[in-house]
């Protein structure tokens, strides 16, 4: 090809792609109306969605809320409010130590979110990278790669948390490290297969043949119609998050501090369950709730993906 | 003897809030013995009709009015234990179209023919034989009756359910596109069985099908149904060879008939009308080259000779449409 | 050779290369954690001449990939080393525990999946009536309820306001008998009742979930129009038609529920003090006792495998078609 004829198709192919990512755009917006509209429709989704806002406003506004600290202590001349059940003063109670239960729960949100979030969010990143590294250049890398998922596969989760705990300490951090650890393996799965077919597509092609880098493709053309399936992915694996930062905090390897996880810890360790019922239930249920959520959230955006097909007669 | 009597049946499906009128007040017999083909487009309700005669319509449909008498009894207000129990397959039994999976993946061939007579408590003989003879009747192995059905090929898969359809030997058979799907050559070799079948055992039958070659093969009497409606009825002879409604005389000219001299092929241009809410009067004036403004009334079915109907108002001039119906020009788009 | 033989050969291979790699991460997990290897390894409390002995045993005091060699001969000898807790042969504790863990965790994955697809190919059929709705609410409660907290409320419901059953353990104090009385007791089956229906209840949504779903597809498959016009009554063509062509996913699906219910197994066993396998790892880990804990961690790993190659080997009895298309 004549160099200056050469040029010119690199430009139009150039604005063409940009003007890709106008559409893309464009379609985002599109796709996240059409996405509430059919929220409002469901009143299990749109409950959902109230309830997580409502969490993350009593996350953020913790201590506008509550009147105490979750470490106060309060002792009075006739002895500490040890084990009290609801009253004005203390509408959950108090616990073994005499903490407000109802404090405690309240900035208890904070570590839940925090940790659901965070978890979410990388291992979106990760998961989604690898999924699509994997799905787009298949061949020996893919194998690889997924031969490291199936094995990882067979390692359950809170076992090997345990055992990364007993060598590296349970922070924060090193929790979430090991949360990801565990939790980007169906992530990547799920995104590799649907990048395998996508890479078979007649625009995948096209755009190799006008010499788009790889890298162009996959994050430019591919990635974006990942996206769906990556979201629904994600609100999963936070809700995994959740749960499992509740269990491992009941195993006494938690975050150091007050989370839902750690009250259910010392009511259970301190035989307190015998009669606190008001220090048991509150942390559990609200761990239930908002997984349950997640679950309808999901249930939603999946049935916008893929709707359920017309009825069968009966 | 009158088997089947369908009088002014309409069936609708319920669709998002709104009603799609699927068909609409058709009439017609079944005698002992006949082969009726029903033919028309995708659409046209024919399967639907079928379906309603053995209440396999979705839950969404229903028939709104109408009657469907089997042997004197109304098959629409039947409840659905007394039809299984006495109906279904006995009496009026199902072949499916091969190109879907019309048998269950899971068992064996033979399992499930074995269940078909199980469960209407066959004992005329014992089963496994009434097994191996219904495959040998439909030129299939008996062996074979360990194999699963994605192990056999379509026209394999085509003749078993053919054979499940004669497992009670019912006095009606309806099929649903039996050929379409297959091969042409298995195409042949399948309509031969069933025209030996239906030869040998008498039995009456319903062929549905869009394939009007198909049912010039071997229909007895034929049906064309348009948009819902019952639009020509007639014995084989007429419909061929003396078709009386427009819309049957554009089908002709649109299929390439073997033994006929070589002529250009026309095609119908526009579509069917949205059934949802039906245009009144006729329903193929927007596409008909003959159609005038007395067409915006509802036509009757005229009778053109003893049996042979067509729901057209210039039935009389059916000699002249014929003629201009093979012109490809007569069937320009007039939107 | 047939196709279905060759399948399963692959898989058995696969199987065993994953449990090798586990096994060598383990390995030098244990083996390079930052500091000072020896007190690392080593128990604090003991005295400088059990150190000695240790190290000796352990052949720490050799190079790394001798020491590879050895570990790997131990684990396939079953010399398994002792316990820093109590002492015991750890391959002794494994034992004893893993049949306690069995009789729980395994117990309650059966029923999980038989109960499970039952509920799911139920709700399935009636798929958006009141029935369908109520019964998904419950399952992804009882799904998304933490199963500790629900132990925990059902041991406070059962045990201290009612009276009826008892907090966790898994025998009454005192109790004499030999192995198999262990486990065929009323004292068991007292102790088994809670524990068993907290863990089942948890388990059972996700196959129920997942045989629902795959229902759905499959009740809108010709096949299924034509047992109906065949006069099938309902419940055969829920049961033996739709049902059975809905499993394979069901059975996909339980390596997913296998690895989730032996990795839970450790949370459900600390709530109901049930001294099975995950209750011994925990132990292990909260006192650093190595042995123990690497030794169970390796048994979790293997029971998890060796499940999920069983359950690929059903996939062809389930559906006919599996092995010709490969699973998974």
Redesign the interface.
């Given at each position: 090809m004549i160099p200056d004829t050469a040029r010119k198709a690199k430009e139009t192919v150039a604005s063409r792609i940009s003007s890709n990512q106008l559409l893309f755009m464009r379609r985002t917006v599109e796709q996240t109306i059409a996405i509430w509209r059919v929220f409002r429709k469901d009143p299990f989704a749109m409950t959902s969605i109230l309830i997580l806002v409502m969490f993350v406003l009593i996350g953020i506004f913790a201590p506008v809320i509550t009147a105490y600290t979750p470490t106060q202590t309060f002792i009075t001349s006739e002895g500490a409010e040890v084990l009290e059940p609801p009253s004005l003063k203390h509408p959950m109670g108090t616990n073994h130590i005499s903490n407000d239960v109802f404090t405690q729960w309240v900035w208890g949100t904070r570590i839940s979110i925090i940790v659901g979030l965070v978890s979410g969010f990388s291992v979106f990143v990760i998961g989604t990278t690898v999924g699509l590294i994997s799905g787009y250049y298949k061949g020996n890398t893919d194998l690889m790669i997924m031969r490291i998922v199936d094995i990882l596969y067979g390692i359950p989760a809170i076992p090997l948390i345990l055992v990364l705990a007993m060598f590296f300490g349970n922070s924060l951090v090193n929790i979430l490290l090991a949360f990801m650890l565990v939790l980007w393996r169906t992530m990547a799965r799920v995104i590799r297969s649907q990048t395998l077919s996508l890479t078979e597509r007649p625009f995948v092609k096209a755009a190799k043949a006008i010499g788009a880098s790889d890298g162009r493709i996959i994050f430019l053309h591919i990635a974006p119609n990942v996206m769906s399936i990556a979201l629904i992915q994600t609100i999963l694996i936070v809700s995994w998050a959740i749960a499992l930062e509740a269990a491992v905090s009941f195993l006494g390897l938690g975050v150091t501090g007050v989370s839902w996880g750690t009250m259910l810890q010392s009511s259970f360790v301190t035989g307190a369950i015998r009669t606190a019922w008001w220090w048991v239930i509150p942390p559990g249920a609200s761990i239930t709730v908002i997984v349950v959520s997640l679950f309808y959230i999901s249930r939603a955006l999946e049935e916008i993906i893929n709707p359920e097909v017309s009825q069968h007669q009966q | 003897m009158t088997l089947l009597e369908l009088t002014d049946v309409s069936i609708s499906y319920s669709v998002d809030a709104t009603e799609l009128h699927a068909v609409d007040n058709v009439s017609f017999d079944a005698e002992e013995g006949e082969i009726i083909g029903i033919v028309g487009e995708s659409g046209c309700g024919k399967t639907t009709l079928a379906k309603s005669i053995?209440q396999?319509?979705?839950?969404?449909g229903r028939v709104d009015q109408g009657e469907i008498m089997w042997k004197g009894e109304d098959l629409v207000q039947l409840s659905r234990k007394d039809?299984?129990?006495s109906?279904?397959?006995?009496e009026i039994?199902?072949i499916?179209?091969s190109a879907?999976?019309?048998?269950?993946?899971?068992?064996t061939i033979g399992a499930q023919l074995r269940e078909?007579l199980k469960?209407?408590s066959y004992d005329e003989k014992p089963i496994d034989e009434q097994v191996d003879y219904l495959l040998k009747r439909v030129g299939i192995d008996p062996g074979r009756k360990r194999n699963?059905p994605?192990e056999l090929s379509g026209g394999q898969r085509q003749r078993v359910?053919i054979a499940?359809a004669l497992a009670l030997d019912p006095p009606m058979i309806i099929a649903d596109e039996p050929t379409t799907g297959l091969d042409v050559g298995i195409q042949k070799e399948i309509l031969d069985l069933i025209t030996e079948i239906q030869t040998n055992r008498g039995m009456t039958m319903l062929l549905i099908t869009h394939d009007i070659n198909v049912v010039a093969e071997i229909a007895d009497r034929v049906l064309v149904m348009y948009a819902g409606q019952l639009i020509e009825q007639g014995t084989k002879q007429e419909i061929f060879d003396d078709p009386s409604h427009p819309y049957t005389i554009g089908l002709q000219n649109a299929f390439p008939r073997l033994g006929q001299r070589s002529r250009t092929l026309v095609t119908i241009p526009g579509a069917p009308p949205n059934l949802v809410d039906p245009p009144s009067g006729c329903r193929f004036k927007t596409r008909c080259p003959f159609s005038t403004d007395e067409c915006s009334i509802d036509p009757p079915l005229e009778t053109t000779s003893n049996g042979h109907v067509a729901k057209c108002h210039y039935t009389e001039k059916k000699d002249e449409f014929q003629e201009m119906g093979q012109i490809p020009g007569t069937w320009v788009d007039r939107r | 050779m047939n196709q279905k033989t060759v399948y399963l050969l692959k898989r058995v291979g696969l199987t065993i290369f994953s449990l090798y790699a586990i096994v060598t991460v383990i390995f030098f997990l244990f083996r390079l954690v930052p500091g000072d290897p020896t007190t690392a390894i080593l128990n604090p409390r003991m005295t400088e001449e059990t150190r000695q002995i240790i190290l000796e045993t352990y052949g720490l005091t050799k190079p790394l990939h001798e020491q590879y060699v050895i570990f790997i001969g131990n684990l396939l000898t079953f010399n398994l080393g002792v316990s820093y807790m109590n002492g015991q042969l750890v391959s002794t504790l494994l034992f004893e525990k893993t049949l306690n863990t069995m009789a729980l965790v395994m117990f309650a994955l059966i029923l999980a999946f038989l109960l499970g697809p039952l509920i799911g190919a139920y709700i399935a059929w009636y798929r958006g009536s009141k029935v369908d709705s109520i019964a998904i609410a419950i399952l992804l409660t009882l799904r998304g309820a933490p199963v500790f907290w629900t132990g925990m409320l059902g041991i406070m419901l059962f045990s201290f306001t009612l009276g009826w059953l008892p907090p966790g353990g898994l025998r009454s104090a005192g109790f004499i008998g030999t192995q198999a009385d262990k486990f065929l007791s009323l004292d068991f089956l007292y102790h088994l009742v809670l524990p068993l229906s907290v863990t089942t209840a948890y388990f059972l949504s996700m196959p129920a979930f997942v045989m629902r779903n795959s229902m759905i597809d499959v009740l809108n498959e010709e096949f299924i129009e034509l047992c109906r016009a065949r006069g099938m009554s309902n419940n055969r063509i829920l049961y033996l038609h739709a049902a059975r062509n809905s499993l394979l996913p069901v059975l996909h699906y339980s390596a997913v529920v296998i690895g989730f219910g032996f990795g839970g197994s450790v949370v459900i066993e600390v709530v109901f003090s049930w001294p099975g396998l995950g209750l011994l790892m925990f132990d292990a880990v909260m006192q650093n006792d190595y042995p123990v804990a690497q030794a169970s961690f390796v048994m979790l790993a293997t029971i998890i495998l060796a499940l999920n190659l069983l359950a690929d080997s059903l996939s062809s009895f389930v559906d006919p078609r599996a092995v010709v298309e490969g699973v998974g």
């Open positions: - | 053995l396999l319509l979705p839950p969404n039809l299984n129990k109906i279904r397959w006995k039994s199902w499916a179209q879907m999976n019309a048998l269950d993946p899971v068992y078909t469960i209407h699963y994605h359910v499940m | -």
